[in-house]
């Protein structure tokens, strides 16, 4: 599985963004699609999962962040709201195949940055 992300950028406290991650296979045959960022001298912390119909989140973003599908375009999109200086990270694209101790896949990360 390769996995294409995108959408980071600059924006505002309070701020939205969309992040989107493309794979090449078929999102809904793959067992657990999901979202890690890290920070700057941080260790790479899990987001949120998507798996079947359900999705989990951290509880730093709960509440204000959503995983979803779209179909569509075969891809896994976080929409982030509510957006806070301490969500600024490098976020990454993640699939695991072969169920929950299966093999993981990474996308590029692309970079939020929760600035005034």
């Known amino acids: 599985v390769q996995l294409q992300a995108s959408g980071g950028g600059l924006v505002p406290p309070g701020g939205s963004l969309k992040l989107s991650c493309v794979a090449t296979?078929?999102?809904?045959?793959?067992?657990?699609m999901g979202w890690y960022r890290q920070a700057p001298g941080k260790q790479r912390e899990w987001v949120a999962t998507?798996?079947?119909?359900?999705?989990d989140y951290a509880d730093s973003v709960k509440g204000r962040f959503t995983i979803f599908r779209d179909g569509a375009k075969n891809a896994v999109n976080l929409q982030m709201n509510s957006l806070k200086p301490e969500d600024t990270a490098v976020y990454y694209c993640?699939?695991?195949?072969?169920?929950?101790?299966?093999?993981?896949?990474w996308g590029q990360g692309t970079l939020v940055t929760v600035s005034s």
């Open positions: 998507i798996t079947g119909r359900s999705t």
């Open positions: 296979r078929n999102i809904y045959n793959i067992d657990y």
């Open positions: 993640n699939a695991r195949d072969g169920g929950f101790h299966g093999t993981d896949y």
